[in-house]
T-cell receptor, first 113, second 113 residues
């Protein structure tokens, strides 16, 4: 079945460090891929998305590239800030399906000054 | 633009009691989703509505969970009777249509004692 495997956390980084959160997927169709972020006390927010192979999603300094050959969608940021502390979820939707999001288990990121 | 509203934000009940959650989607959004997020896991879809019709309820435990969206706007999710394993955050999301980005509410945290 369709699934997302996400790098386990928690991840603790110093401010201005480089961030990578790994995400790989298994899908029977041609999925769209997403990263959602959940800040403390807030709801899930879409961070970025990519709808086809080799697309790069980007937002707020975060980037992720849809790699069909490695079935991956790793999240990266060159220099994290304390305000990036949150839980990050990788997710997919099968384009021919019912728009159901399949989420990974989430990775908690803590950035320390 | 107002986001997805949910109430209550927190609820504590004893097992075998009943509970109901309410969701008001973003104005004009035809599609509404309920997700269950157990601690340490990613959200899992329970039910999806398109206007006031059910699109997918395959993951909804129908012996105890029910949901409705009678006028195609607000929705309620009910659990009766609750079990300990129902302790989770219940997230409501909406999208303009079935293929559009989903926007999430803040969630209702349910604790079953």
């Amino acid at each position: 079945g369709d699934s997302v495997t996400q790098m386990e956390g928690p991840v603790t980084l110093s401010e201005e460090a480089f961030l990578t959160i790994n995400c790989t997927y298994t899908a029977t169709g041609y999925p769209s891929l997403f990263w959602y972020v959940q800040y403390p006390g807030e709801g899930l927010q879409l961070l970025l998305k990519a709808t086809k192979a080799d697309d790069k999603g980007s937002n707020k300094g975060f980037e992720a590239t849809y790699r069909k050959e490695t079935t991956s969608f790793h999240l990266e940021k060159g220099s994290v800030q304390v305000s990036d502390s949150a839980v990050y979820f990788c997710a997919l939707i099968i384009s021919t399906g019912a728009n159901n999001l399949f989420f990974g288990t989430g990775t908690r990121l803590t950035v320390i000054p | 633009e107002a986001g997805v509203a949910q109430s209550p934000r927190y609820k504590i009940i004893e097992k075998r009691q009943s509970v109901a959650f309410w969701c008001n989607p973003i104005s004009g959004h035809a599609t509404l989703y309920w997700y269950q997020q157990i601690l340490g896991q990613g959200p899992k879809l329970l039910i999806q509505f398109q206007n006031n019709g059910v699109v997918d309820d395959s993951q909804l435990p129908k012996d105890r969970f029910s949901a409705e969206r009678l006028k195609g706007v607000d929705s309620t999710l009910k659990i009766q009777p609750a079990k300990l394993e129902d302790s989770a955050v219940y997230l409501c999301a909406s999208s303009l249509d079935r293929v559009d980005t989903q926007y999430f509410g803040p969630g209702t945290r349910l604790t079953v004692l």
